[in-house]
């Protein structure tokens, strides 16, 4: 699925923080989206491509409550696996970075801080991260930081 890796990281089972970027800063279509693992590679290398195939499938997993279905496609999944799906049928380029982060503790810390430097050098309308941009306007909007 990816059209370049850049791994950055010693181990494979160490946290990161991953970028995956559809296509080059000066398309049109150009999107990037700022994602962490706490093991390492194998979220960003063998689940979104997983994920994104099962999104073309339409196959999902469902989403249960006290045994009842609640729902059966995550919200987080109308963001990032649609455009990467349409990305691999327009044969865009999709890169991938791997960012080693010192502690898993530092996560949180890492991905919001490599967003905000995203988004100041493409600005927010570049971003698939819809969550994390509304947790921060939300955190700022209510005064914390």
Do not use: C
Request: aromatic share 10%; no cysteine.
């Amino acid at each position: 699925m990816y059209t370049e890796i850049v791994d950055n990281t010693q181990a494979k089972n160490l946290p990161l923080v991953y970028t995956i970027e559809i296509g080059q800063p000066e398309d049109e279509f150009y999107k990037f989206y700022i994602g962490k693992s706490s093991k390492g590679h194998n979220r960003p290398l063998k689940k979104y491509p997983k994920n994104v195939s099962n999104f073309e499938s339409n196959i999902f997993r469902k989403s249960y409550k006290n045994g009842k279905i609640i729902g059966k496609r995550p919200a987080w999944r109308k963001h990032i696996h649609p455009v990467l799906s349409k990305a691999k049928r327009m044969s865009w380029a999709i890169k991938l970075t791997l960012d080693p982060v010192d502690s898993i503790y530092e996560l949180d810390v890492f991905e919001q801080l490599k967003l905000n430097i995203m988004i100041k050098k493409y600005g927010i309308d570049k971003t698939l991260n819809i969550q994390l941009v509304n947790e921060t306007n939300h955190a700022k909007s209510n005064g914390k930081r």
